[in-house]
Every structure is written in C-alpha cells, then in structure tokens.
C-alpha cells in the first residue's frame, strides 16, 4: 500500500536524522541542529498547515525563540536537549512576557522521544499559554501524525522529506541486485514448496526464543518453507555474476545493523521493520519494475526470512546451525 510505503520512509529518514543529531550532540558537533530546524519549520507547516519562519528574521537576539507563526500566534523552541531543566529555563526567560501579552501559545519541538516531560510539572514564571501534554512536539508525536494524515497530505510529506533527506542516488550504483533476486522470486510458483528443507527445525526454534522474537514466529513458519527454493535462486543469481548474492546478505545485514541503533522498538518491531525498509528500498531502486504491493511485501518477507535462517540477520545462539548435519 503506498500509504504504508509514505510512512514508512518518512519514519526511517526521521529516525536516522535523530539519531544522528544525538550521536554528534555527543561529539560537541551542532550544526545539524541548525540545519534540522529549518527542515522541521517545513515539515510542521505542511503538516499542521501553519505559517512558522524563523525567529531571527525579526529579531535576530530572539532568545528562547526559534520559530514564530504570526498568524497563529504561536512560537516554538527547538532542542535536542529533552530536560526538564531546559524547559524551566525557557520558562523563565523575561521575553516571553511580551508574547504573553500579544497572546501567544508556546510549544516545544525535541527531536528524540520526549514523552517523559509530557507529566511532569513546570514553573510557568510568565503564564504563557504552554499545556505539556498538547504543546510538546517530539519524534514519535509527528510520526503519529504522519500516520494519521490523509494519503495526499502524506505524499506531500514524503516529496519534502525525499527532498530533504533523501539520498542523491550515484547513477552507476542506482540499479539494486537486491531488486534482480525479487524479479526472479516473483516469477516463481509460490503455491508449491518443497517439503524437505533439510533445516534443523530446533534450533531455528532456539534462534527465534533466543532473540525474542516469539511474536514473529509465524511468519518465519510460514516462510521458511521457501529455503529450498532460494538456495536455486541464489544460484542461479551468482551464475550471473561474482558476489552478487554476497551483496544482497550484506545490504539485509546492514539494514538489520541499523535498526539495532533504536533501542525504543523491540526485535519483533524490528523484524518487522527490516521487512518495510527493504520493500522502501527496491521500490526507490531504478530497476524496479510493476510489481503489486502484496506481491512485493511476500518476496521481500521470504528474503528476510531466509536471511534470518541463514544468519544474516539478528544475533545467533551458541551452537547454531540452520540446516541438518
């Protein structure tokens, strides 16, 4: 479904800007925040249909005050710091005793997972108008309205965001190996499987225990009855050329290592994740070709599956061995 294609990817390019700013918050390195904010102002605005620009174009010692919405009369501090101290401190600033009087609402935009200020208790020096609960913005909070827009305002989301946060593709490198195995799965008979496996099914069992991944559990039962049938594939795959089927481990391998980076989703959402990344990736690839949405998503999970059993993704117990001695 594009819709689940939209929020898919505008969530990940989200995720990864996060994370990003934190890791070099670390490092003292701020000029992404700099540069996120403007995204932000965009994102919002097209969003919620609000008129934010930036505060220094009116006043360029606006402190406490990142973005202004003039008509809506609201203004916004944008932070990377998700305290309580920061907002007290923001709370405190004499500036906003003028916005007070003009009316204004203030809002806070974090770009981590900011839930845990939404409860707590501030001292509000000037009375302005700031309600936790409604007036924190945060990275799981626009992902939700993301969710929950129409399918057009999440088009439009995903063209900014694609823009913004997207990568160039380098045209030698725009067609996809991973996109040429789907091709061939997609061509073959899903309805018949090969009983015999030869897959050693208590340790597939042990793996899934051992990664927490019960919730997932069906899904691998029911793919993994493909093994036989992509060990062909990948084959045939490798007569066509070294290393391709090493370049389709090692990009599941990666996507599967950058999903580690997020430790608020748990492996069964990660699971599920590598699977909806992998269908955003071949979609954007310059080899992909007409393929309907379900049709996709099953090859997509097989692969994942397989992968899994292979011991490309997600961690493997002591002993592990997926396939009879």
Avoid: W
């Avoid at 302005?128 to 088009?155: C, G, T, Y």
């Avoid at 965001?161 to 061509?187: F, M, R, Y």
């Avoid at 499987?193 to 899904?219: A, S």
Wanted: proline residues 1%; negative net charge; aromatic residues 12%.
């Amino acid at each position: 479904m594009n819709r689940d294609f939209y929020h898919s990817y505008v969530t990940e390019k989200i995720e990864l800007l996060s994370y990003r700013i934190k890791s070099n918050g670390k490092l003292n390195i701020l000029n992404l925040n700099i540069h996120a904010e403007f995204f932000y102002r965009d994102l919002i605005n097209l969003l919620f249909d609000k008129q934010f620009e930036n505060a220094n174009i009116f006043d360029q010692n606006s402190e406490a005050i990142d973005l202004i919405d003039q008509v809506n009369k609201t203004i916004i501090q944008v932070s990377s710091t998700d305290t309580t101290a920061k907002i007290n401190k923001t709370l405190s600033k004499d500036i906003l005793q003028e916005y007070k009087k003009q009316g204004y609402q203030l809002k806070f935009l974090f770009f981590s997972d900011a839930d845990h200020l939404r409860k707590k208790k501030y001292t509000n020096t000037h009375k302005i108008s700031f309600d936790p609960n409604k007036d924190i913005i945060d990275k799981i909070s626009l992902m939700k309205s993301v969710l929950e827009a129409s399918i057009d305002k999440q088009k439009e989301v995903y063209e900014l965001v694609s823009a913004e946060l997207g990568e160039k593709p380098d045209p030698s490198k725009i067609s996809s190996n991973l996109t040429e195995l789907i091709k061939l799965l997609s061509k073959e008979d899903l309805k018949t499987t090969q009983e015999q496996t030869k897959l050693n099914e208590y340790n597939i069992d042990m793996k899934i225990e051992f990664n927490d991944l019960l919730k997932v559990k069906n899904i691998i039962k029911k793919y993994k009855v493909y093994y036989s049938k992509l060990n062909s594939l990948y084959a045939e795959f490798d007569r066509q050329g070294n290393n391709k089927s090493l370049s389709v481990f090692e990009k599941l391998s990666r996507f599967y290592t950058e999903e580690l980076l997020f430790d608020e989703y748990n492996n069964n959402q990660k699971f599920l994740r590598i699977i909806n990344r992998t269908v955003s990736y071949i979609r954007e690839t310059d080899n992909f070709f007409d393929l309907a949405d379900e049709e996709l998503e099953l090859c997509v999970s097989i692969i994942i599956v397989d992968a899994f059993i292979k011991c490309k993704v997600f961690e493997d117990p002591e002993g592990y061995i997926h396939v009879t001695a």
